[in-house]
């Protein structure tokens, strides 16, 4: 007797590019986890789209969420799927909120695989060592960092700047390396003007870095 799940599921997300890549991959575990259910995606323009050139701090919070949630509770899509960074604080009514805690260790494997193979025709790998490390290094991390900072925030603040100067240019290079391998498809990487402007960037960042570690040693 087969258990497979088929059901319709309407993913709602804005228009953009980041947002589409974001909802694309998303929509491809649904796939995996449902194999037969029918999977749309609904673009919801929000009020930041339909004013890209306003103030958006006068527009108050939920500038780029507001329509998904109005769209969830109307049903007019089943889910949504958005960048955590850009929810506001103040959860809705109505709307549950599921993130990925582990985000940053899965971003560190697949991008260390996609440096690391010469050919797309490798499946990446899902939870390896690479993930363990990198998890294991961040929960470690964070308890250091709260233990040695939690009373003085001042100095929390400089070493957590501090650091952020210091791998800003190298998660630079690695996101470049990563977006022009020959894994990324051809249509979504960047021209040899945006690969310029990601150099100069890079650049920028590390003469920044350097910089600020002057003017706070120096």
Request: aromatic share 6%; with cysteine.
């Amino acid at each position: 007797m087969s258990t497979r799940i088929r059901a319709r599921i309407r993913v709602g997300t804005r228009g953009s590019r980041l947002a589409l890549v974001q909802t694309e991959a998303v929509v491809a575990a649904l796939r995996s986890l449902a194999p037969g259910s029918e999977i749309t995606v609904e673009k919801v323009r929000s009020e930041g789209d339909k004013q890209p050139d306003a103030d958006l701090t006068a527009m108050g919070v939920g500038v780029f969420t507001s329509a998904l949630e109005a769209a969830l509770l109307e049903g007019r899509i089943d889910m949504a799927v958005h960048s955590l960074k850009d929810l506001p604080t103040t959860p809705t009514p109505g709307v549950t909120v599921l993130t990925v805690m582990d985000g940053a260790p899965r971003v560190l494997e697949r991008t260390f695989f996609v440096l690391r193979s010469q050919t797309g025709t490798t499946k990446p790998p899902s939870c390896g060592p690479v993930y363990w490390w990198s998890l294991a290094a961040l929960v470690l991390l964070t308890l250091v960092v709260m233990a040695l900072f939690i009373g003085n925030l001042a100095v929390m603040i400089d070493f957590a700047t501090t650091v952020s100067f210091l791998t800003g240019p190298i998660l630079g290079y690695l996101t470049l390396r990563a977006v022009t391998s020959d894994r990324m498809p051809a249509e979504h990487r960047p021209g040899k003007a945006m690969v310029a402007l990601s150099w100069t960037g890079i650049v920028m960042l590390g003469g920044t870095g350097i910089f600020y570690l002057f003017s706070l040693f120096g």
